[in-house]
């Protein structure tokens, strides 16, 4: 019993001990002296479907539970980047107040030296899109002094910042203030294909991870006479990234990867924007298109999708009815089937500022399962979405959607 127990306390150890990140330049970055490009998601869920699809690393955004999920990220053979929360410049905190940063470093010093030597740990991120416009450069002191903090504590580990884009005066405060970030972590989605073109006419020269990318944003999209945005189909959203990811992070040299957003479902816009599932737990086109950008062969069974989907009337009078069509296809030719459904615009926000998720209207919903769809107009003027979802019975969906209002 007393050598089984030695032996089971050596493997404990073993497996806590850091896996070190050394940082190659102009080439990239070394995990563990293997070369190691980031092929990541943000999120924690659907873990097995990202390794099946040749991910290798997840993001977080705070500290939140992190124990647990490096655990499972380990288990899985992915690695995570951890994101640090970081107060913006507020009312109740300042970066040119020394009590409040102090205050942070300790806080921010804590979860470094608390997760340190976890062998799933990839990067530290220090904030994310905390640094308004870019002109504090307080801000940008704090971060810097952040870094150096981290290096000191976990040098096995590189550290970044995660920005709403990288704007010039972004940039120049990075430059000026933060020299001691390894990389900056960009949040970008419409104008991540001209991003390599960007960061030479801000005088970007060091290594950067596209920290967020995906579907084109809603604030990127045209929109409706009422202020709408349109959302593209699942299968438009795929093809517009995968040429944005063949053009600025395939390439790779001072871009060590990204992270697609997201790996998993969330109500952002409406319930179908970002999330690369459905909320019932289907994948969507980019799925497909990350498991080939990753592994190079296409997946063995491909989303469906959905092609002019339109109707009859945009423009509606309480209890009006109309109808809803569509075409799809899926690409072995297996059987579809067509969920239609009514929800409102909007269902507001919760206390911590989470946008609630609107309820179905089932009564708004006539006819369905099929190409067609009748519809009566809810009784409360507004604003409305009309939803398609079509599935093929093999755990893959094609989305898209149409606003509607309903007029006094």
Known sequence: MKTACVLLLSAVAASAAPVPVKIVPGQGILRDGKPYFVKGAGGTDHLTELQRCGGNSIRTWSTDGLREILDVAERHGLTVCSGIWLEPECSWFSYSNPEHCARQMKRVTESVREFRDHPALLFWGLGNESEGDGTNAAYWKQINALAQMVRREDPAHPTFTAVAGLQEAKAAGLNAHGPDLDFVGINTYGALPGLREHLKSVQWTRPWV??????????????????????????????????????????????????????????????????????????????????????????????????????????????????????????????????????????????????????????????????????????????????????????????????????P
């Open 210 to 407: 596209v920290t967020e990318y995906g579907a084109r944003g809603f604030w990127e999209r045209p929109k409706t006479a009422w202020g709408a945005p349109l959302e593209q189909t699942s299968g438009e959203k795929a093809m517009t990234m995968k040429a944005s990811y063949l053009k600025a992070i395939a390439p790779g040299g001072d871009c060590w990867g990204g992270y697609a957003f997201l790996w998993g479902q969330k109500q952002e816009a409406t319930a179908t924007w970002f999330g690369l599932f459905t909320k019932e737990g289907e994948r969507t086109a980019i799925v497909n298109v990350l498991e080939e950008l990753w592994t190079g062969k296409a997946p063995a069974n491909r989303t469906p999708e959905i092609a002019n989907l339109k109707l009859s009337t945009q423009e509606l009078k309480p209890g009006q009815t109309f109808t809803g069509s569509a075409g799809a296809t899926d690409p072995e030719n297996d059987t579809l089937t067509w969920h239609w459904s009514v929800s409102a615009e909007s269902a507001g926000r919760d206390a911590n500022g989470r946008e609630r998720v609107p309820p179905v209207l089932a009564d708004s919903l006539v006819k369905g399962g099929s190409s067609a769809a009748e519809f009566r107009a809810p009784e409360k003027p507004g604003a409305y979405r009309v939803f398609l979802r079509v599935t093929d019975r093999k755990g893959n969906a094609a989305t898209g959607n149409v606003p509607v209002r309903v007029n």
